[in-house]
């Protein structure tokens, strides 16, 4: 089998959120979205980072929905990766949480660098100003942290086909046969 070389011409960027609502926590670029889903849907089972631990804590692969965003034509990888952090940053200054580590089109190293001095002194006198805070706030994180999920699973969320489900309750009702005849009658 040949390589096939990569056509950034099919360029485009994508959203992940929440199925049922419009929780948008992941925004991408890649040149054949099927098979981009595909790794990602691989990954959600496996991967530790950041963007799939976030996917396993609200259900799983199934709680989630992949969509093209726009096209962006261009010609290399750097292009399609400025077009992603461009985007990016643009959900975040609206308010998005995104589970993603970094911003796309800058380095690592300089992303560290960038970042290095500031947050060396920061989490420094962090720590200092706030120790008791930490202390009170590690014991408190698990406790206030499993109440709030709690809530949040109890939420009723409105489902793509149409029905009302808790949230807790996605992954069920993704096998149910109404569910399953509204995906039938999508393709
Ligand atoms: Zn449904």
Redesign the pocket.
Known sequence: MSQTKVNYQNGLIYTMRE??TQNIFYVGSTTCLRKRRNKHKYSSKTDNRRIYTYIRSIGGWECIIIEELHKFPCNNKQELCLEEGRVQKEYIAKGYILECGNIAGRTTKEYKQDNKEYYSNYMKKYSEDNKEKLKEYKSNYYNNNKERLNERNKERVL?????E?RRNGIPR??R?I??QK??ESQN
Do not use: A, L
């Open positions: 199925r049922g489902c793509d086909c149409g029905t489900v009702h993704i149910t109404k569910h509204w995906v």
